[in-house]
Structure formats: C-alpha cells, structure tokens
C-alpha cells in the first residue's frame, strides 16, 4: 500500500494550495482517507476526513471553511484544496487511509492504518 502526498510549499498568508493524495495498493473505494498535520514541536493533529463514499465529510474546526476535501474514486485520489492560508497552517501534511473508519472515530489517527510521507507546507506571514 502505498499513500503519495504531494502538492505541498511555500505560500504567502491569505493564499491557496491544493494538496493531492494517490493512493495504490489498496482497494481505494472502501477506505476513508484523513489529512492530519504536524507542526515542529507539536502533536499530530487531524484536518479533514472523507469516508469511502464521500457522504460524509468531517473537518478540524481550525480550518472549517476554508479547506475542502474532496475524492475521485475512479483516479484513487483525495484532494485537500486549502484557502485563506495562516501562518498557523504551517506543517507537514499527511494523508492516510482506512478501511474500517466510522464516524465517531474519523478524526482519530488511530483509526487509519497506511500513511504517506508527507508534505511541507510553510505560510509566511
């Protein structure tokens, strides 16, 4: 299995990015697919989580109307389209799916079981 995050830099706060994550190995359409972030010095913290069908759709308060998680199945990939960027933004972002995630528990990293690598995205202010 194997997650690829990418879509990651260096963005001007107030800006956009738009984080993309493949996904191979596994059988994409029943997995839940999470972003979670790290800041230096912080813990893990979730962002944004879509379930196998898209139905439902969970986001961290901290970016509740300004990011965008979104699936395409038919490509195996997740979207995470990032808008009104902060300085606080900045961490490396990673993507992780799930084949047994239930809504109680989407924003748990405990739930996901395969991880990518991560990408770097830095807002300077």
């Known amino acids: 299995v194997q997650l690829q995050a990418s879509g990651g830099g260096l963005v001007q706060a107030g800006g956009s990015l738009r984080l993309s994550c493949a996904v191979s190995?596994?059988?994409?359409?029943?997995?839940?697919i999470a972003w979670f972030r790290q800041a230096p010095g912080k813990e893990r913290e979730f962002v944004a989580a879509i379930k196998s069908t898209g139905d439902s759709i969970l986001y961290a308060d901290s970016v509740k109307g300004r990011f965008a998680i979104s699936r395409d199945n038919a490509k195996n990939t997740v979207n995470l389209q990032m808008g009104s960027l902060k300085p606080e933004d900045t961490a490396v972002y990673y993507c992780?799916?799930?084949?047994?995630?239930?809504?109680?528990?989407?924003?748990?990293?405990?739930?996901?079981?395969?991880w990518g690598q991560g990408t770097q995205v830095t807002v300077s202010s």
């Open positions: 190995g596994l059988t994409f359409g029943n997995s839940a």
């Open positions: 992780a799916a799930g084949g047994r995630v239930i809504n109680t528990s989407m924003r748990r990293d405990q739930a996901y079981d395969y």
